[in-house]
């Protein structure tokens, strides 16, 4: 690697001059190249389409509309509420005499409210006000609890409320969250100089959602559901809280025997409140379904939603809305923010971008460390040229920018800045004894280290690609690359800056490792119980992992403040869980020829009502709602009444398969052909001919509830219901399984990337000590941080997310880096014949404070992601900046004492084995050889312990 350095072109320049060329020539196309990056957060996509769960999905969807839907609701919405008729308007606007929609938004297709879903169901022969219950936890909610109160509490209310929030706490355990009333439908009517008269529709004119005035010309004021809400002085919520919650009834008797103060010593206090309840009936939703436009701008959709809900007097605190699109909308606008916040108006580091405060903290650390501006500026240069490199990648190989792939330039920024550093350091030893050769010896000295902490480091990265989970994999892949490129950056591209711009000379004190020597002494003169306490700290830690736990819910990577959590909380809460649970009933042609229509469709109602019972379950929607109860006639009923039955049933499966009632194609479908699941013929996913009946059932994604669990109980409950008839199967898909699939493979990802890392790093060890047991030895310091860290969080109960299952893999290779460092300077130290705990003193002293400069530099840079909004990527920075201070403290205090016991004693005696195989061997001249940065002097010599 000398030569490189001293090589010269024909004109006689430098080989540097043309790296460095080369590096000013790229760097326009690198710019033009990132800024072609695009944003992608959809968690749909994360697993592979021959996923098992995919495939499902999948075929769910070639079935049934694939539609990306938004809900949307706002306080103190009702059926009578006219500012709905309003809003849709402004959504898709009006139909013209053409039958074009004028007026509309372009990033909206069509509107599904709650009236138009009551109108088909009554026109079927449902009663009014039957069909408004069955909607109960889809489009029409039962609103937040309801507090009157007695008259007694009316005289001092806000008392009233203090004692029902310290009761609530007290015996409940529950925050309470007061709320005015607010369910005058028109109160905001007026919100901005608009009026009711935008609701009035023109004669003729139509709305594409619903004929506007159904229900006061066909069906009339009469068949419209009533469902009054009684009096009432405030509402009250809190976080857990669903229409099933367990705390409901306990809350109501706690409430309804609230008391005031007595008046009178023997007196009993007079009652505050007379009832609580819940009444159907407010709010009310609708679904908004987007168009191409608004599949391919879900930021605008949302801004969209928000201003057209202003023009209608629904002002944005009052508005909620949820789905995929408002999720990945407000991930991707998280992402960015992490990168460079436009919303803020300061420019603090930590507030304007958390990742450019992650380079200001790890570069100013460098600096510091480095004690050169010229030096600190070249380790700046090519640790950010080389993220730049990485991020390159992305858009040229047709990838997309996620939540996972954001750490990565951050990543491979402080990688780069740790091997600069080390470089930096050997440079600054070799330069204190001849500074004409210094970057050829610094080169020299550092490629064996450096290339292995690299390729180790790597290793752990690419073990990654074994992942079920896209950005998983891309995040594997692309680090594995960047910390290649980050090892050429640091062997040839920084030399070769410092040759073109060579910084000055260090002192001889800057070198200095006295500390560091007494540190090593103080380590190895007590080895055995050091190492005692770090395997009793490894194994106590280790039982945390019994508790470890894994989290795949978006919404839970967001803070509670954050305005999409709200928007959740508040829709599951008054109105329908925003995660669908999507089951198909399938009858066989058997089953259909032994069955009537409305038999199976009674099934597919009873299935329902089961599902419905689920506490975590808000509501469910089928074909069978928009039904009237159709019970089958006895075996002794009278013939008429049988022919009538079949006649009713053969004509509703008539219109229903030839679609003559619209919107059934959405619960209802005919499979022409089989379905297969994993190999072809097996027909897991449905028989050719196959009667295929939607379910779709709303369950909440903001509670704490296992998704394992209600999956199961769900499976468990439909089970019990077919198997009383044969010919029917069912399968499950939708959001709750794919978050479930989703949490399953993050953990099953942790373990297989980590378990393949740490086999292959364990090799390198064993090849590079040439000793197996020293190999498995040497993985323990490596081991350490991983499981302590990881043992703790567990057992606090912190869960890993995708961010966080990361961190594994890259701790094991980087905690290898030192490590490597470290082993070289102690076999150095024993090929020159000094005992174990001099060679480990020597080591220390030698590598101990690069070591430290770059975990500091590295760990205190990646904790400047913690105030980051988007959760994933707070953890990711303070849980990487622990496992680094772990990796620290295995490094120079675990490794050292084991290497002055066992492991030392391994490695000395493997020296000893190949002493005479390198006496024999050719010699290379002593001013190659890599030597020591430092003079151990006699004295310090004599002072050192010898090996025991």
């Not at 009502?609 to 089928?622: A, R």
């Not at 089958?632 to 398969?657: C, G």
């Not at 890392?757 to 993985?779: D, K, N, T």
């Amino acid at each position: 690697m000398s030569n490189f350095f001293s090589k010269r072109d024909p004109w006689g320049n430098g080989l540097s001059l043309w790296v460095f060329a080369g590096l000013l020539f790229a760097s326009p196309l690198m710019i033009v190249t990132i800024l072609q990056i695009r944003m992608d957060n959809d968690v749909e996509t994360w697993l592979p389409k021959n996923d098992p769960d995919a495939r499902v999905l999948a075929w769910f969807k070639h079935h049934f509309p694939a539609e990306d839907r938004v809900l949307v609701t706002w306080d103190g919405s009702s059926l009578n509420d006219p500012r709905v008729e309003a809003y849709v308007e402004k959504l898709i606007g009006r139909l013209d005499d053409d039958g074009v929609h004028r007026g509309g938004s372009p990033l909206i297709d069509s509107v599904i409210t709650a009236d138009e879903l009551c109108t088909k169901m009554i026109e079927c022969g449902v009663e009014p006000n039957e069909a408004a219950h069955r909607m109960l936890g889809t489009l029409i909610g039962h609103g937040l609890i309801r507090v009157r109160l007695t008259d007694d509490g009316r005289v001092d209310q806000a008392d009233t409320v203090a004692r029902l929030c310290e009761e609530a706490k007290q015996k409940l355990g529950i925050d309470l969250e007061v709320l005015s009333n607010t369910d005058d439908p028109c109160r905001d009517a007026h919100l901005h100089g608009t009026t009711l008269d935008i609701v009035a529709v023109e004669e003729g004119a139509e709305s594409k959602h619903l004929d506007g005035d159904r229900f006061a010309s066909e069906i009339g004021d009469a068949d419209r559901p009533h469902l009054p809400v009684a009096p009432h002085d405030f509402r009250v919520t809190w976080c857990s809280m669903i229409p099933q919650s367990e705390c409901l009834e306990p809350f109501y008797e706690m409430a309804r025997q609230l008391r005031g103060p007595p008046s009178g010593p023997d007196a009993v206090g007079p009652l505050l409140i007379e009832d609580c309840f819940r009444c159907p009936g407010s709010p009310v939703g609708m679904l908004v379904n987007l168009s191409e436009a608004g599949r391919s701008d879900e930021g605008g959709v949302v801004q969209e939603l928000k201003s057209l809900a202003a023009e209608v007097g629904i002002s944005e605190s009052a508005l909620h809305i949820g789905g995929r699109a408002v999720t990945a909308s407000e991930l991707n606008e998280a992402v960015q923010s992490s990168a460079w916040n436009k919303a803020t108006d300061s420019w603090w580091p930590h507030k304007r971008s958390v990742m450019l405060m992650t380079g200001v903290v790890s570069i100013g650390l460098a600096f510091l460390f480095l004690k050169s501006l010229r030096l600190g500026i070249l380790v700046l240069v090519v640790s950010y040229y080389t993220t730049a490199v990485a991020l390159t990648m992305i858009p040229l190989s047709g990838g997309n920018m996620n939540m996972v792939l954001m750490v990565m330039p951050t990543l491979l920024n402080v990688l780069t800045l740790s091997g600069a550093i080390h470089v930096a350091n050997y440079w600054k030893h070799a330069a204190v004894e001849n500074p004409r050769t210094a970057i050829a010896r610094a080169v020299e000295m550092a490629r064996q280290p450096c290339a292995l902490a690299s390729i180790t480091t790597a290793i752990g990265l690419i073990s990654l690609v074994t992942s079920d989970l896209g950005p998983v994999k891309d995040f594997g892949l692309f680090s594995a690359i960047g910390c290649l490129l980050s090892l050429v950056a640091v062997l040839y591209v920084l030399p070769t800056l410092l040759q073109l711009w060579p910084a000055g000379a260090p002192q001889a004190q800057e070198v200095d490792s006295r500390r560091w020597e007494m540190f090593g002494r103080w380590v190895t003169g007590r080895a055995g119980l050091v190492s005692g306490i770090c395997l009793v700290a490894c194994v106590a830690c280790s039982y945390g992992l019994a508790y470890f736990q894994t989290e795949t819910k978006v919404i839970r990577y967001f803070p509670s403040h954050a305005r999409v959590v709200r928007d959740g909380l508040a829709l599951e809460q008054m109105l329908s869980g925003t995660s669908t649970l999507e089951l198909v009933v399938r009858f066989n042609p058997e089953m259909q020829k032994k069955s009537a229509f409305l038999e199976r469709l009674e099934i597919v109602r009873q299935v329902g009502d089961s599902i419905c019972e689920n506490s975590e379950i808000s509501g469910v929607i089928s074909l069978a709602d928009f039904q009237p109860v159709n019970v089958a006639p006895d075996e002794d009923a009278r013939t008429f009444t049988k022919i009538k039955y079949n006649r009713r049933s053969t004509e509703t499966e008539r219109r229903v398969k030839e679609k003559e009632i619209s919107g059934t194609e959405a619960f209802f479908a005919v499979a022409p052909e089989a379905g297969n699941l994993l190999t072809p013929g097996d027909v897991e996913l449905n028989e050719a001919g196959e009667e295929l009946w939607r379910i779709t059932a709303q369950a909440g994604i903001t509670s704490d509830h296992n998704f394992h669990l209600l999956t199961s109980d769900i499976e468990s409950r439909v089970t019990e219901i077919i198997k009383k008839h044969p010919g029917t199967n069912y399968v499950i898909t939708g959001t709750v399984p794919l978050f479930l699939r989703t949490q399953l493979a993050v953990l099953d990802s942790l373990i297989k990337s980590f378990g393949m890392a740490f086999a292959i790093i364990a090799l390198v060890m064993i090849g590079q000590l040439r000793s197996p047991i020293a190999g498995l030895l040497s993985m323990l310091p490596n081991l350490m941080p991983v499981v302590v860290v990881f043992g703790l969080i567990a057992w606090s109960g912190t869960k890993v997310d995708i961010g966080s299952m990361l961190t594994a893999s890259v701790a094991l290779g980087i905690a290898v880096d030192g490590t490597l460092h470290l082993l070289t300077w102690f076999r150095e130290g024993i090929v020159k014949g000094m005992s174990r705990d001099e060679a480990v003193v020597k080591a220390l002293a030698h590598c101990g404070p690069a070591m430290w400069q770059t975990s500091a530099a590295v760990g205190f840079g990646l904790l400047m992601l913690y105030p980051a909004d988007l959760l994933m990527i707070s953890r990711f920075g303070w849980l990487m900046a622990a496992l680094i201070g772990a990796a620290l403290f295995a490094d120079v205090v675990f490794l050292p004492a084991l290497l002055s016991g066992p492991l030392g004693r391994i490695i000395e005696r493997t020296v000893s084995r190949s002493s005479e195989d390198e006496i024999d061997a050719p010699r290379q001249p002593q001013s190659e050889a890599p030597q020591p940065h430092f003079h151990v002097s006699p004295s310090r010599t004599r002072r050192m312990r010898p090996a025991g």
